[in-house]
């Protein structure tokens, strides 16, 4: 039996200090026979490798850790800046979470979209 006291999701940095407006660090999984889908709302994060790192561990635990600040919006080929230090803090956040099964971490898809929504897929592995 797991133990029911451990959070399901864990913040810390900016992420936990997000006011309300902004959703940084909001969690929503998906599941399929074969595969997990998760995304997480990272706004006030650009979309750069620098800026953002995201483990998957075979185990289901995904860390992802990164710099919020101003964004950068694309939006019908126009750029927008995206000012957030008066909605969201800046700085340095981890999200923390696990999925529901294990996983083959080399089989995962990322999309970091424009809306600053982070996009994965994940496959699972057969029991």
Do not use: W
């Amino acid at each position: 039996m797991e133990n029911q006291d451990k959070p399901v999701v864990v913040l810390t940095g900016t992420a936990k200090e997000g006011k309300a407006g902004l959703p940084l660090g909001t969690v929503d999984i998906g599941c399929s026979e074969n595969a997990y889908l998760f995304r997480v709302g990272l706004p006030g994060v650009r979309r750069n490798a620098r800026d953002l790192k995201c483990d998957i561990h075979a185990d289901g635990r995904v860390h992802i850790e990164g710099v919020a600040g101003d964004a950068r919006i694309v939006k019908d080929k126009s750029a927008y800046d995206m000012k957030v230090k008066q909605l969201c803090p800046s700085g340095p956040f981890t999200i923390t979470f696990d999925l529901p099964g294990p996983v083959d971490p080399r089989l995962s898809f990322f999309n970091f979209r424009g809306d600053g929504i982070l996009e994965v897929v994940v496959l699972s592995k057969s029991p």
